[in-house]
């Protein structure tokens, strides 16, 4: 279902069994504390576009957009960032790309909290862009997703307020379970700890993680373990998948 691994044909075969979904996944190269590398949310969007890929049943991925919008890391070294005007030009060519190909629904998603507003915004502007025989939907539900890792952080033993939504319990428990041993163990610190609501969001796009946490992290990554990572990944990609298939009208 990778679309960078199939030769055309096999794409062509595929669109004219009728598998005219496409995910297209975003991440980010950015700094997530000392303990984990500035790939973890690409590696994350590759992994759930997969998972969300399967349970749609119909659909191909397109490759992560892998460098997102992430102004508020750009205090520590090696972040990279896009400029929203940046980030929604690729957007558009990738959906321009896909729509001329003959998808008739292109599927958006972001591992990575900066990039959820900028889809959100793009979103009637990418949809009118490829024209009315093609649609873009895209999920942009951040407090979702911190709250699916707090419930699936609990279910699988461990503490729901250890998430805070960045190189957190969950996030680091997802790469441990992604990459096995890449979590740097000897590092782990703990970041900002207390409410992940709007008024905290805002700060945080606004001010730069750093005004909240110098050590990059908003949470604690300490207890994280593969097993919760699973069961996280597992829940994302679930209500990933339930949304765009509420909204394509087949739950
Ligand atoms: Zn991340």
């Known amino acids: 279902m990778l679309l960078e691994k199939m030769t055309f044909g096999e794409i062509q075969a595929a669109l004219d069994e009728g598998r005219r979904d496409v995910v297209v996944p975003c991440g980010a190269v950015e700094q997530h504390g000392r303990h984990l590398p500035l790939e973890v949310d690409a590696v994350h969007a590759d992994r759930?576009?997969?998972?969300?890929?399967?349970?749609?049943?119909?659909?191909?991925?397109?490759?992560?957009?892998?460098?997102?919008?992430?102004?508020?890391?750009?205090?520590?070294?090696?972040?990279?960032?896009?400029?929203?005007?940046?980030?929604?030009?690729?957007?558009?060519?990738?959906?321009?790309?896909?729509a001329a190909h003959g998808f008739d629904n292109i599927l958006c998603f972001s591992a990575h909290g900066g990039n959820f507003g900028p889809l959100a915004?793009?979103?009637?502007?990418?949809?009118?862009?490829?024209?009315?025989?093609?649609r873009v939907l895209v999920f942009a539900d951040l407090h979702g997703l911190v709250g699916v890792w707090r419930g699936a952080v609990g279910d699988a033993g461990g503490t729901p307020d250890d998430v805070?939504?960045?190189?957190?319990?969950?996030?680091?428990?997802?790469?441990?379970?992604?990459?096995?041993?890449?979590?740097?163990?000897?590092?782990?610190?703990?970041?900002?700890s207390g409410p992940v609501d709007d008024a905290l969001l805002d700060r945080l796009f606004t001010?730069?993680?750093?005004?909240?946490?110098?050590?990059?992290?908003?949470g604690d990554p300490h207890g994280f373990s593969p097993a919760i990572g699973e069961v996280c990944v597992q829940r994302v990609a679930d209500m990933i998948a339930g949304h765009f298939a509420a909204r394509l009208g087949r739950t």
């Open 207 to 218: 001010g730069g993680i750093k005004a909240l946490s110098d050590t990059g992290v908003m």
């Open 121 to 134: 915004d793009m979103e009637q502007r990418l949809d009118d862009l490829v024209g009315p025989e093609c």
């Open 48 to 98: 759930l576009a997969q998972e969300v890929a399967e349970r749609l049943g119909t659909a191909l991925v397109a490759p992560t957009i892998r460098v997102g919008v992430s102004p508020h890391h750009m205090a520590f070294s090696g972040t990279i960032s896009l400029q929203p005007a940046t980030f929604e030009a690729v957007y558009a060519d990738y959906c321009r790309s896909l």
């Open 164 to 192: 805070g939504g960045h190189a957190d319990v969950a996030e680091s428990s997802v790469y441990s379970y992604l990459r096995p041993g890449g979590v740097r163990a000897d590092q782990l610190a703990r970041g900002y």
